[in-house]
């Protein structure tokens, strides 16, 4: 029970899409004892008890919609197995990073793209009781395509 409350209170990443890293910059592992700050990824305090044997898997982040996890360290972890979580460590940051830049690109265009049409429309952003006014289906369809596009190959480049 404590166990999973732990797990629920796993708050894991905070990330800002305004400050890119630079390509040289050193990534962190999160199970690392000892780790430099860094302002783009902060990781929680938090690790699982020294008895567990299993790496641990955190609630999605918000932005990501991605599952944090903190991996498991045994106490005679070779250099080898080291550096394979590190190498896994280093895979999940920069998956977080990409989708936490995508999301929130789609998430404004996709805001802008409802203002306009909107707006072309002659329309408010809310109706007369307060509510937020939406397009249908085959408007948006308009925006999804057109999104798609623009970032076919952004997500080419992420598949390869």
């Known amino acids: 029970m404590a166990a999973k409350a732990a797990v629920r209170g796993l708050a894991w990443r905070v990330f800002s899409p305004f400050t890119p890293r630079a390509a040289s910059s050193s990534r962190q592992c999160s199970s690392s004892q000892t780790t430099q700050q860094d302002n783009t990824l902060k990781r929680t305090k938090f690790r ?22 903190v991996y498991h360290v045994s106490e005679n972890e070779s250099e080898l197995e080291k550096r394979l979580r590190h190498l896994r460590q280093e895979t999940e940051d920069w998956n977080h990073n990409f989708w936490t830049k995508q999301n929130i690109t789609f998430r404004t265009e996709k805001y802008t793209f409802i203002i306009s049409q909107l707006k072309a429309k002659g329309l408010s952003v809310r109706d007369e009781q307060g509510r937020q006014q939406s397009l249908n289906s085959e408007e948006m369809a308009v925006f999804y395509k057109d999104f798609l596009d623009k970032n076919r190959t952004l997500h080419a480049n992420y598949n390869k």
């Open 48 to 69: 699982p008890p020294a008895s567990s044997t299993c790496d641990w898997i955190g609630p999605p982040n918000p932005l990501s919609n991605l599952r944090p996890i």
